[in-house]
């Protein structure tokens, strides 16, 4: 089911654009020698399945924020490093609560299907292990720092801190293009 539940947008230049059938979005780079992943969505499905797809080189992972719909799956990254700005750990924490992720999984089977509607619908993939997404493995992420840089061979990433959203909310700033990747810094 992963297959049919991720929606693959190539933004050109090794970019795609990663739209989980929850409505979140997650965002691949490939550079040359090194891969970076912004936020990790929910984790209802296989995303690392998807990007394994894509990619073979060494994955970095760099959370905006703390919020589920951004890292909750982060357990499926276990042997990449992940980046989170420490003034939202204890959010991370929280959201991998097993009472939290259970929770979530609740709202997820009677979700609006947009903003607009009063339609609902279960968001969830069909083949979802309930059990092993509310036990999650959660893991310490390493500190995210204003400044910080990741270089992917031939593209560079700078972090800049941009609270507001949540006290740990960053952007990602590619400089080569000047093209700004904001997470939820800015939304409607």
């Not at 589920?68 to 609560?97: R, V």
């Not at 709202?107 to 009063?118: A, M, P």
Request: hydrophobic share 30%.
């Amino acid at each position: 089911m992963t297959e049919n539940y991720f929606k693959i947008h190539s933004l050109g230049k090794h970019i795609y654009h990663i739209e989980e059938n929850a409505g979140t979005c997650t965002t691949l780079i490939i550079g040359e020698t090194r891969a970076l992943l912004i936020d990790t969505g929910y984790g209802f499905s296989d995303l690392r399945k998807v990007i394994r797809q894509l990619t073979a080189l060494p994955l970095t992972v760099a959370n905006t924020h703390g919020h589920l719909d951004h890292c909750n799956g982060n357990d499926q990254f276990y042997d990449s490093p992940i980046y989170m700005n420490e003034n939202d750990w204890d959010l991370y924490k929280h959201n991998y609560l097993p009472a939290q992720r259970r929770q979530t999984l609740e709202q997820s089977k009677h979700k609006k299907i947009d903003w607009n509607s009063d339609t609902y619908a279960n968001i969830l993939p069909e083949d979802m292990d309930e059990e092993n997404y509310i036990h999650g493995e959660i893991g310490r992420p390493l500190p995210l720092n204003d400044g910080d840089i990741f270089d992917l061979g031939g593209m560079t990433f700078k972090v800049i801190e941009v609270p507001g959203h949540t006290p740990g909310s960053c952007a990602l700033l590619h400089e080569e293009t000047k093209t700004l990747y904001i997470g939820d810094a800015a939304n409607s």
